[in-house]
């Protein structure tokens, strides 16, 4: 979970960097523990203005989307 949480925490930094406004982030379904280090992190981080999962046929719960700054 920490070598996830710092490449998601990575991977947000570089889309705010190079302007990206929107990202999707997949970590499946699971035992949804990568899904709860990415609300984590998405709930922490700076440049996030909002966060959710999309419909059930673009991934659902298996997927993150976030929209940046």
């Known amino acids: 979970q920490e070598e996830a949480r710092e490449e998601i925490e990575r991977f947000l930094d570089r889309a705010m960097l190079a302007g990206v406004t929107a990202v999707r982030i997949v970590h499946g379904h699971g ?37 940046l700054e």
């Open 31 to 67: 035992s949804g523990a990568l899904r709860r280090v990415v609300r984590e992190i998405v709930k922490d981080h700076p440049a996030v203005v909002r966060s959710g999962h999309p419909p059930q046929q673009r991934g659902g719960t298996g997927v993150t989307e976030v929209e």
